[in-house]
């Protein structure tokens, strides 16, 4: 069955960088939409970012600049990394999948989902 699993969260100050890792089995990942989203207490999951087939690449506009994804076909993985963290960015960080083009920033388009790392930011 399909996995995606996260990994690179963890307690970072602020200023500070972190790079999550998400290492997907169980689909033909090179043909699939990854998007990361984002959830804090008390909030909605929103959108981070999303990287097609294509490597085409979407953003939040609270991240561009900052963050960037990418994808690595051959391990079968797509990255976060996150730069000038603010305490804002403390959320538990999800990794998706989707099958089809679509609307990437919606949640719902996304079939797949991992379990979710913590990344806490703090001053």
């Known amino acids: 069955q399909v996995q995606l699993v996260e990994s690179g969260g963890g307690l970072v100050q602020v200023g500070g960088s972190l790079r999550l890792s998400c290492a997907a089995s169980?689909?033909?990942?090179?043909?699939?939409?990854m998007g990361w989203f984002r959830q804090a207490p008390g909030k909605e999951r929103e959108f981070v970012a999303a990287?097609?087939?294509?490597?085409?690449?979407f953003y939040a506009d609270s991240v561009k600049g900052r963050f960037t994804i990418s994808r690595d076909n051959a391990k079968n993985t797509a990255y976060l990394q996150m730069n000038s963290l603010q305490l804002e960015n403390t959320a538990v960080y999800y990794c998706?999948?989707?099958?089809?083009?679509?609307?990437?920033?919606?949640?719902?388009?996304?079939?797949?989902w991992g379990q979710g790392t913590q990344v806490t930011v703090s001053s």
């Open positions: 998706a999948a989707a099958s089809v083009g679509g609307a990437y920033s919606v949640a719902r388009f996304y079939g797949y």
């Open positions: 990287i097609d087939r294509s490597g085409s690449t």
């Open positions: 169980g689909l033909t990942f090179s043909i699939y939409v």
